[in-house]
């Protein structure tokens, strides 16, 4: 499994490095985050033994049970995320990649307090339209950030997105989170948490500085 790995974070690297290039970025701005959805313990550790040190989950009950195993390494909760289970995630993850309505950040920023901890957060944005994604619409961005003004436990560190699969459009969509938090002075100088493993390339073209890259890394989940 290593020398898999190894191979293919090896392609993913060069595809990260080309599309810096391209677009005039340093590699350092990019944060490769290794999705490690459905894979046991044993897939992360040869995951860390080829240098991978940021890995991502969609399902609290995953974070849960991998992150105590791996103390050392930088956990990310991506997925949608259940106020009943907003404690774990504040135990467990070093940043939250979906944040979505008051209510759930009201329940973070009480229970980060509680922990005498700040959460990192990046607020998730619907910037496709799909009615299947969750995240704020995209004109709703600027009153949800001054909602959060009285939250002192939780840091907006950024925006975040899932784009269509439609590879005719991520490029736009990402645009659009672009302009998103160039329209708000409070998210100035923060993070773009977009791209997966069919579009990475593309999202760090558009100033992605974080990508979720899970089947790139590992191949098909079983």
């Known amino acids: 499994m290593t020398h ?18 391209r677009s005039g970025r340093n590699e350092e701005e990019v944060t490769l985050i290794a999705v490690t959805k459905t894979w046991p313990p044993e ?29 050392k390494k930088t956990w990310h909760m991506i997925g949608h995320l ?33 922990a005498e901890r700040v959460l990192p957060c990046f607020l998730q944005v619907n910037v496709s339209g799909e009615a299947s994604k969750f995240g704020l619409d995209p004109e709703e961005v600027g009153l949800f950030l001054t909602e959060m003004d009285p939250f002192s436990s939780i840091q907006i560190v950024g925006l975040m997105t899932l784009a269509s699969p439609d590879l005719h459009k991520v490029r736009g969509e990402f645009q659009l989170l672009r302009r998103i938090r160039s329209q708000h002075k409070q998210l100035s ?6 791209g997966m493993s069919g579009d990475f390339e593309i999202a760090i073209e558009e100033g992605a500085t974080h990508i979720r890259v899970g089947s790139a890394l590992f191949g098909p989940r079983h």
Request: with cysteine; aromatic share 4%; net charge positive.
């Open 4 to 21: 898999q790995i190894t191979d293919q974070l090896r392609r993913v690297r060069e595809s990260i490095s080309s599309a810096c290039q």
């Open 43 to 71: 897939v992360i550790q040869a995951a860390s033994e080829v240098g991978l040190t940021d890995f991502g989950e969609n399902k609290v009950q995953e974070l849960t049970s991998k992150a105590p195993l791996f103390p």
């Open 82 to 114: 259940q106020r009943n289970k907003a404690r774990q995630v504040v135990t467990h993850a070093h940043t939250f990649h979906a944040l979505d309505s008051l209510r759930l950040a009201r329940a973070l920023n009480r229970l980060s307090a509680e």
């Open 189 to 194: 100088g923060t993070g773009l948490s977009m």
